[in-house]
Structures are given as C-alpha cells and as structure tokens.
C-alpha cells in the first residue's frame, strides 16, 4: 500500500502559514450565576456565619467583593494553593466559567 507524499510545495505552505493562539476570555455573567450560587449562600450569605470543620473558620462576606479577587481565590482554591478543604472541592468541581459567573454575581452584590 503506498503512503501518500506530501509535496514540498505544501509543506512551505503550512510552515509560512501564521498560528495564532486563539484564547477567547472567559466573561461572567452574573443571570447564569443565579443557579450556580446555591452551594456557596450556604456559607457565604449568613452574616457572622463561622464554619467548623476543619477548625473554626470566620467565613467571609463575598458580595461586593472584587470580581477578580474571587476569581483568583477560586482558581488559587482549585490549585491547591488556598488550603480550605470544602472550599477547593467546590472549586475543583467549577468550570472557568461557572468561576467567572459567580465572581460577576458577587462583586454585584451589596
């Protein structure tokens, strides 16, 4: 069986072609949020509210917080690189862009 050749001409062609990487941003909408906040309105959502597990944990207020800080806190969750066992077993379930609809959702959020 004979393998077909690749011309010259061709491979000139592809190598002088530009490639772009084409990395569209990934942007929040906070509409679509609004089924993706349940997990966190657990914890999130109650004024004073302190978790116990893995030790007492004062859990923050995220509504109003920055945009990219709580993308960047969820992705650094989702890294392993914030510590907070529930926190990155949540993160690790979210997409990028369930991260970036429910960072929009928050930082609108008085």
Same mark, same amino acid.
């Given at each position: *069986? !004979? !393998? #077909? ?12 072609? #530009?490639? %772009? ?7 929040? &909408? ?5 089924? !993706?906040?349940? *997990? ?6 109650? #004024?004073?509210?302190?978790?116990? %597990? ?6 923050? *207020? ?33 997409? &990028?862009? &369930?991260?970036? &609809? ?9």
């Amino acid at each position: *069986m !004979k !393998k #077909p050749l690749i011309s010259l001409t061709a491979i000139l062609v592809l190598a002088s072609t #530009p490639h %772009f990487a084409v990395s569209a941003e990934v942007v929040g &909408d906070a509409k679509a949020a609004a089924n !993706k906040v349940a *997990m966190c309105i657990g914890c999130h959502g109650i #004024p004073g509210y302190k978790a116990t %597990f893995p030790e007492v944990y004062q859990v923050p *207020m995220i509504g109003g917080q920055n945009e990219k800080y709580i993308i960047n806190a969820l992705n650094a969750y989702k890294k392993g690189e914030r510590s907070h066992p529930t926190m990155r077993g949540i993160a690790e379930s979210m997409s &990028d862009q &369930d991260i970036a &609809d429910v960072a929009a959702y928050y930082s609108q959020q008085k």
